[in-house]
């Protein structure tokens, strides 16, 4: 089974978490969101033992918000000893609801508003992580006047290409994020930060991609940058001592994928910085790590309703479902790969391979093309797996369609952490 989370049962009937999705389709309706929370839990964990148990100079493991962000994950997070990176307004909000300490929040983001930067300091955020010199002068200039003194992280585009889909790519030269590292700009801009009042910089942060299956490209960045705390260090006399990799640790959305295991990262990842630190004689930074997808993909998936089959002799099958990319734009955005199960008769044998479409007015509004699945009919119930990370998270309201609700599965039972929107909830803005 791709998703590790998942079984089938003695009906034939898809499960996950020991629930019975044809039962959570018809307690909650389609589209549903499930999510499996022991999986969440497992990854944090493994993230965490993994740092503890390879890495002598302790770390924190900050979960990527943007991948899945509502209260409930906060507590989850906060349960479990977790930090979290976040990049809005509105994702420190949803942490501080959540009774989420501020400090253990990171704050990013390529274009923060002097909104954003009063809300973080006034909610004293952990570290800001600071993307560009316009925003590290007005940040200055604001903790100054509010008589405080921003922690923060550089963030650094260490120029490493990570080989993945393009638009996830963060790390190369050409990037609209952070202070680039080949044209010579950082050692300038470290030098003008050492000599502001309001800030002090507390480390560097990275982040190279997303979805990334080896382990070099970690490897060449965590050298990177350990070289750059070095010349710092020679250049100013000054040592950083945290350094943040961002997250982009891949996972399997078909059978044929092949990511290392999140012990296997942190093993790779841990021992690169050990041994390159020990070589540039620097102490060894407190380590922190922003994984997103796949602490929450793997835990989940979405169930939907057949509406329609419309068959096109020699042409295709349209499998017509309930949802689409107002529930889950990847397809659409990336051409993402999914695997897709029947979920009430998981066991048949497949057919032939089907377009699952959406239901939004767009001939686009694909969730995946060439599928082979058992002859399906009105009526039948579709998962499609590890939609955990980047699907509630990028939901959209396109054609006036509700967010689906989100439900934690665990051990044989059911809770919704996220509400079904009502129409009502739609207009609550309208005027
Ligand atoms: N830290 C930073 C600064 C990031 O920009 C990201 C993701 C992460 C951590 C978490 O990366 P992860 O472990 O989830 O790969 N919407 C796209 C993914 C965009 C990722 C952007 N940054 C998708 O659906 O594939």
Redesign the pocket.
């Known amino acids: 089974m791709v998703l590790d989370c998942t079984t089938i049962n003695a009906a034939g009937h898809l499960c996950i978490g020991g629930c019975d999705t044809t039962e959570l389709a018809a307690a909650y309706g389609t589209p549903l969101y499930v999510m499996d929370e022991s999986t969440i839990r497992t990854a944090l964990r493994q993230y965490k033992a993994s740092l503890n148990e390879n890495y002598p100079n302790g770390g924190a493991v900050a979960f ?1 918000s ?2 899945c962000c509502f209260k409930e994950m906060y507590r989850i997070l906060q349960q479990e000893g977790c930090r979290a ?1 976040v990049v809005s307004a509105g994702e420190i909000h949803t942490a501080l609801q959540a009774g989420f300490p501020a400090e253990h929040l990171y704050f ?1 983001g390529n274009a923060k508003t002097d909104r954003d930067l009063q809300t973080a300091l006034e909610a004293g955020i952990g570290r800001i992580v600071v993307d560009n010199e316009s925003e590290l002068y007005r940040l200055d200039e604001m903790a100054g006047r509010a008589g405080k003194c921003a922690e923060i992280y550089l963030r650094i585009t260490p120029g490493v290409d990570a080989h993945t889909h393009q638009f ?1 790519r ?1 790390g190369q030269i050409d990037s609209k994020f952070g202070i680039t590292l080949e044209n010579g700009d950082v050692l300038r801009v470290i030098g003008d930060v050492l000599k502001l009042e309001h800030v002090a910089l507390k480390g560097l942060h990275c ?1 190279i991609g ?2 990334i299956f080896e382990a070099d490209p970690f490897v060449y960045t965590v050298q990177i940058m350990l070289q750059l705390m070095a010349d710092v260090r020679d250049r100013f006399g000054v040592t950083l001592t945290e350094l943040d990799l ?4 891949g996972i399997r959305y078909k059978e044929s994928d092949t990511p290392l295991n999140c012990g296997d990262y942190m093993r790779t990842v841990s021992s690169a910085a050990l041994e390159c630190a020990e070589k540039l004689r620097l102490p060894f930074p407190f380590l922190v790590i ?5 602490v929450v993909a793997p835990a989940g998936l979405t169930l939907y309703t057949v509406e329609h089959v419309k068959k096109i002799p020699d042409v295709r099958t349209y499998v017509n479902v309930d949802g689409g990319m107002a529930d889950n734009p ?1 397809y659409i955005l ?1 051409q ?1 790969p999914y695997t897709l199960m029947l979920a009430n008769r998981a066991d048949a044998a497949a057919e032939g391979p089907v377009t699952v479409a959406g239901c939004c007015c767009e001939s686009g509004d694909l969730i995946q093309e060439n599928v082979w699945l058992p002859a399906c009919e009105r009526g039948d119930l579709i998962a499609v797996l590890a939609t955990g ?2 699907n509630y998270a ?1 939901a959209s309201h396109y054609n006036r369609l509700p967010n689906p609700p989100v439900v934690f599965v665990n051990n044989g039972q059911a809770r919704v952490v996220v509400r079904r929107e009502s129409y009502d909830d739609l207009l609550r803005n309208d005027v």
């Open positions: 990527a943007k991948a990176d990013h996830i963060t982040h997303s979805q961002g997250g982009g640790f922003e994984p997103g997808r796949s990847r990336y993402a990370a980047y990028m």
